[in-house]
């Protein structure tokens, strides 16, 4: 049992006993370096239901664990603060019971619990960037997380593969693109047809200040420019079924599927099944008719279906057009129904950047309302947009930060860093070149990943590659430094440790893998890959001090090397694990 939970136990216990009370919680906090302890109890949040001295009820409680509980050795207070100093016995047992376990940390998924993770969803119309690129490195690792944390975990995503803006690339190489492929051009055929979406902008733009110049509103331009005439006429042909059309949308989307797969092989993501939007745009109208004959929907005098959200603070929603023709909330509400059937999940994870706050507010309400019990373990993961030094991206303007030629430059500023170090210099190329791809996406995913979902980022890639500080390639040179520890120890880990008495650095390193399981818990429930980035930087952290500090194989005693080489190995298998829940991993020589 965790020492947290094993003291929330007797602390309740001794309050019953002592104050004749009920605690309904224990607060617990890391003992203040400069008082002796392993670990203090919280008096003061105690004081609701005990009343008097929060120093006297602090040595009360002490002095009752001291007697009744092997593992508190000692304890002092300082004012409202229970300071308990754990026997190494109680270490040594953990360290012995754990050590060994492969899945240290990780709960079985349970079958009857499952969670759908969405993520990515792109747009047909151009290659992915670095906002996409924040978007699959948190949707993959939430669904690793969730599954470590005893979930079962389906990962999915929506393509957006129909709409006016993928007629935009679509009539660009039409017009001009003179038959070129990805094969006669040899470019990724989504960056291909990006460069389509950006020439019909470009085009777009030369025909709105043409017609300006005839004397034509600003407003009026854009809404008439010939070009954008076209590609509306086009998508009224793709929903006809024009077979021109079709034929010209399945070759280019093709070429995107290829170019996108290609890039989710080098970012590491994966999914269990894709959904399209020309398969699921109808979705949910057959959902809609049924709440309007239930009385949750309300229809308009032009025809156009509605809802009234305004009791609960949001406003009226529009779920179909007076045409009949549905609006993305409808396709959402379906889309969501869909999946239920498809998966029997209990809870869907949505990712999907902060500017769509609102409209997952609308359609997790509208279906609790319509009745879905799985409604109420709906989650929106959302999350700040990328930033750069330059500025804002725009996909329009072909300004954004292709995620193929981020992932190359941070491949050759890891390339350009080893060199500098020279500890490869006996590797193949190949060897050479795995290790620097290993490296690089560390740092990408690790700078991205240690930022709470919430927050902006400023992507700087250079700081993401330096090798000290809270770095993805300062925690893996840790990693590489504990496998050169192990090839010259050569030390069989299942040996039992017994009779030791723990250094301080030890124990705090002890103390740090303790909390493994806890914090993938925490990550879970908070949809947060930044909590598992930071208790892996805060474990490396404690190794480095007790590296530096205490003599490995300059130990007094065999047991005491074997222990210590022991305690390393562990580190380095909660390092890779930890990495591998963030979709990061971990090179044996860097």
């Known amino acids: 049992m965790q020492i947290q939970h094993l003291l929330t136990e007797k602390v309740t216990q001794a309050v019953a006993e002592i104050f004749n009370a009920q605690l309904p919680t224990v607060e617990f906090q890391a003992t203040r370096k400069e008082f002796e302890g392993d670990i203090t109890v919280v008096v003061f949040s105690m004081l609701r239901v005990v009343k008097g001295n929060p120093v006297q009820i602090g040595e009360q409680i002490g002095a009752y664990l001291e007697k009744n ?127 389509y979406y950006v020439k019909f902008d470009q085009e777009y733009k030369k025909e709105i200040e043409a017609l300006i110049a005839e004397g034509v509103s600003a407003e009026e331009a854009k809404k008439n420019a010939p070009l954008l005439l076209e590609a509306q006429e086009m998508l009224r042909q793709w929903e006809q079924g024009d077979q021109e059309v079709i034929s010209l949308w399945k070759m280019m989307n093709q070429w995107v599927y290829d170019g996108f797969g290609s890039t989710y092989t080098k970012l590491g993501v994966d999914f269990d099944k894709n959904y399209y939007e020309s398969d699921t745009y109808k979705l949910g109208k057959d959902v809609v008719e049924d709440g309007l004959s239930r009385g949750i929907f309300y229809k308009k005098e032009d025809g156009s279906v509605w809802i009234d959200l305004t009791e609960e603070g949001l406003d009226e929603k529009l779920v179909l057009r007076s045409d009949g023709t549905s609006v993305y909330m409808t396709q959402d509400i379906g889309t969501a129904i869909q999946r239920a059937k498809d998966f029997s999940v209990k809870g869907m994870v949505y990712t999907v950047g902060n500017e769509q706050d609102y409209h997952f507010q609308v359609l997790f309400l509208i279906l609790k309302k319509i009745g879905f019990s799985w409604a109420a373990d709906l989650f929106h993961l959302s999350y700040g947009m990328v930033d750069l ?3 804002k991206m725009k ?27 020279g500890k490869l210099d006996d590797y193949s190329e190949e060897q050479k070149q795995e290790v620097y791809t290993t490296i690089g996406l560390g740092a990408l995913k690790y700078y991205i990943l240690k930022v709470d979902p919430k927050k902006r980022i400023l992507f700087d890639p250079e700081a993401s590659i330096d090798f000290q500080g809270n770095t993805g390639p300062f925690i893996q040179y840790t990693y590489a430094r504990i496998q050169a520890i192990l090839r010259k120890a050569q030390h069989d880990q299942s040996i039992q440790i017994s009779d030791i008495v723990l250094e301080e650095k030890e124990k705090e390193v002890l103390k740090q893998l303790e909390l493994y399981p ?59 694990s930890g990495f591998s829940l963030l979709g990061i991993k971990v090179p044996e020589r860097m």
């Not at 996909?395 to 500098?420: F, H, P, W, Y």
């Not at 429930?525 to 490995?552: E, H, R």
């Open 395 to 421: 996909s329009r303007e072909g300004t954004v930060v292709d995620a193929d030629d981020l992932i190359d430059e941070m491949q050759n500023n890891a390339a350009t860093i080893s060199k500098e170090l």
């Open 69 to 195: 509980v092997t593992e508190v050795k000692a304890f002092n207070v300082v004012k409202g603060f229970l300071n308990l100093v754990i026997a190494d016995d109680y270490y040594v047992n953990f360290f012995n019971a754990n050590k060994i376990n492969a899945t240290y940390g990780f709960v079985t998924p349970d079958d009857s619990n499952g969670v759908m993770v969405e993520y990515s969803s792109p747009n047909t119309n151009k290659p992915l960037h670095l906002g996409h690129v924040r978007n699959n490195l948190l949707g993959y690792a939430v669904a690793e997380i969730l599954s470590a944390s005893g979930k079962k975990v389906y990962k999915t995503q929506i393509i957006n593969d129909r709409g006016v803006h993928i007629c935009k690339s679509m009539l660009a190489w039409k017009k001009f693109g003179e038959g070129e492929t990805p094969a006669s051009t040899g470019l990724k055929g989504d960056k291909l047809v990006g460069n």
């Open 518 to 576: 806890e914090v993938i818990q925490q990550a879970a429930k908070q949809y947060s890959p930044a909590l598992i980035a930071n208790y892996t930087y805060d474990l490396v952290k404690a190794y480095n001090s007790f590296f530096q500090n205490v003599p490995i194989f300059g130990a007094d005693t065999p047991t005491q090397i074997t222990f210590r080489v022991q305690l390393s190995q562990w580190v380095g298998n909660v390092i890779a």
């Open 389 to 391: 030094p330059s500025g």
